[in-house]
């Protein structure tokens, strides 16, 4: 059967809502368009700058005579969009498994939000090691040898699978929508529909819920278990030169960081269509109350692993662990971050408790605090832990590392171009799934 797109069929009035952001672009979406796409090229020219000069542009140095820290806020960013990747998949995931049908309104804005954070921080891979020709030169070509020692090409490789998994899921999963509501959706990219769509057949649908749940649970277990609760912290925490990385403990405070900025981002996203598209209904406040009350579990063992950590290192520790721990507390930055997810476990904690506090605004003003939170505290661990060394050779003699306009260009940046995905995936896609249409 030839599927059409493009004209008009009878389809349930819900569908009507789901398929808003498909319509005529308003002014608005094209103003939101310049603007992100501004905000993007700037940080294009910005890293163009860095391509010219090299590295000397960023505020990033190097060990020994040099002086400095050579990671700074690009792996820091590294990190933090690959955490913000984890709670988009995973609430998906758990929606497929564990029948959570409260968050089925937002499965498939966390699914886009996994593909582009991941995107996002593959990128800063690229733009960290200076050169985009190194991809090859040093990662690629060198990929059979260096697997077997590097965890940094351990990080690659995880990645990689993690983002072929999440997109063969999504793939699966729209599939049928874009079959089903075919003839409501924009002629202009039928080509594009009925190559998604090429073999499709309505009998296939329960085949694929299978393949999906399977999908859904490798990525359950690869993602707390494998990459953010694994390959990732063993670039750190298998480093014994570097007192504040070395530690068995940072798996599960990565992890917990990841959920609670992942978490956060997808109530900011969620909130966003929400009100641009009128989608009282379509994501009712129970969605927003049940993902602020994981926000505040997350956030809760985000501060409970730091107070570990503080503990440990503040108690009859050794000298070098002792000297990272210091630092740290005395930053103002790290209490900065602690209060704000404090803040938000406090306020998202008792509007689960009492009824009465829970407010749409309030739970999305709360989801903004541990969102930036975590940037801040992921950025400021790299940095610390490079600027406390066990071995004088390595330390940075100059002081504290600062980002330059490069590198907070490229913060803007990001954000910017995640913004002109989701505007661009809004027009092309259903960002709700069909499922979504039938009450719990």
């Known amino acids: 059967m030839r599927q059409t797109f493009g004209v008009r069929s009878r389809v349930p009035s819900r569908a009507d809502h789901i398929l808003k952001p498909m319509g005529k672009p308003s002014t608005r979406y094209y103003l939101l368009l310049v603007t992100a796409g501004a905000v993007a090229l700037w940080f294009f020219l910005a890293w163009g700058w860095q391509l010219r000069y090299g590295l000397v542009v960023t505020g990033l140095a190097d060990w020994g005579t040099s002086g400095g820290v050579p990671w700074g806020i690009y792996i820091g960013l590294f990190i933090w969009w690959v955490g913000i990747s984890h709670g988009g998949i995973l609430i998906s995931a758990g929606v497929r498994l564990f029948k959570l049908r409260v968050f089925y309104p937002v499965a498939r804005l966390a699914e886009l939000l996994t593909i582009g954070a991941l995107s996002i921080a593959g990128l800063f891979i690229i733009i960290d090691l200076g050169r985009p020709d190194r991809v090859v030169t040093s990662v690629i070509r060198a990929y059979a040898t260096t697997v077997h020692t590097s965890p940094l090409i351990w990080d690659v490789t995880v990645i990689t699978l993690y983002f072929v998994l999440t997109a063969t899921y999504l793939l699966l999963t729209i599939r049928h929508d874009i079959y089903h509501l075919g003839r409501r959706l924009p002629s202009y990219f039928a080509p594009l529909y009925r190559l998604l769509t090429h073999g499709y057949k309505p009998e296939e649908d329960k085949k694929v819920e299978r393949m999906a749940w399977w999908l859904a649970f490798a990525v359950v277990i690869l993602a707390p278990f494998l990459l953010h609760g694994g390959v990732i912290p063993w670039l750190f925490q298998l480093i014994a030169s570097m007192p504040a990385w070395f530690s068995p403990i940072q798996a599960p405070t990565f992890l917990s960081i990841a959920l609670t ?10 909130y966003v269509f929400r009100r641009v598209y009128g989608w009282t209904e379509i994501i009712p406040d129970k969605a927003f ?10 956030g809760l063992f985000f501060l409970w692993f730091q107070l570990q950590a503080i503990i440990t290192g503040a108690f009859a520790a050794p000298v070098g662990l002792r000297t990272a721990t210091e630092a740290k507390v005395e930053d103002p930055i790290y209490w900065t971050a602690i209060v704000l997810v404090a803040a938000a476990v406090l306020y998202l904690g008792a509007q689960t408790i009492w009824s009465a506090l829970f407010s749409v605004r309030r739970v999305v003003i709360a989801s903004i605090a541990p969102v930036l939170a975590t940037l801040f505290e992921k950025t400021l661990f790299i940095v ?32 910017a171009m995640l913004v ?21």
Do not use: Q
């Open 420 to 440: 002109l995905f989701f505007a661009i995936a809004a027009k092309v896609v259903p960002v709700i799934e069909v499922e979504a249409e039938h009450e719990e």
């Open 384 to 415: 610390e832990g490079l600027e406390n060394p066990a071995f004088d050779i390595y330390k940075a003699v100059p002081g504290h590392y600062f980002p330059t306009w490069v590198e907070i260009s490229s913060i803007f940046g990001a954000v």
């Open 261 to 270: 900025s992942a978490f956060g981002s997808v109530v900011l996203v969620a």
């Open 289 to 298: 109350a049940r993902m602020g009350s994981v926000l505040s579990l997350v």
